[in-house]
């Protein structure tokens, strides 16, 4: 049987596939007067579901134009987290390969200005890697396999 909303203004934002071919509703949305409701099915510790439940929860905020605000790009393996009390954002590679990572991150969220002259520092090598602004708009690393990269904002700390 395939996929079906429930009622009339509920749409199946995507459905899960058995292994037999059935599909069932894998998360359904609703807008009701001024309200937003994302329900999903099941849970998964991969990627491409942490982006679904990311999505989900930006757009049932009504926020869905900050969902970029802190992100990565390059690989289904990677996460991306940050630590507004260190001004650092730390990059994760859950691959068995070395990737080109881009990672953006809003000068907003480490409480900075947007035009902060500040560095990107590779917490471990003390290498610079670039400046805020470019964090902002997306900056290129190499995320190591296996490994937490951090990249901390300012100057380095002992």
Known sequence: MPAAPAAEDVTV??????????????MTVREVGEGRA???????????????????????????AEAGVLDVTGGDDLFVYAYPGTRTVALLNAGDEAVEATVRCDPVILELPVLAPM?????????????VAQLGEGLTVTAIPHCMRLLRVGEQRP
Do not use: C, H, N
Not at 13 to 26: E, N
Not at 120 to 129: C, F, K, N, S
């Open 13 to 26: 934002a995507y459905a899960l596939v058995a292994a037999d071919g059935s599909t069932s509703p894998g």
């Open 38 to 64: 994302a329900w999903l099915t099941g849970w998964s510790p991969g990627y491409d579901f942490s982006r679904v439940l990311r999505s989900a929860i930006f757009w049932a905020a009504g926020r869905e």
């Open 119 to 131: 560095p990107v520092i590779d917490a471990v090598t003390g290498e610079t890697l670039g400046t």
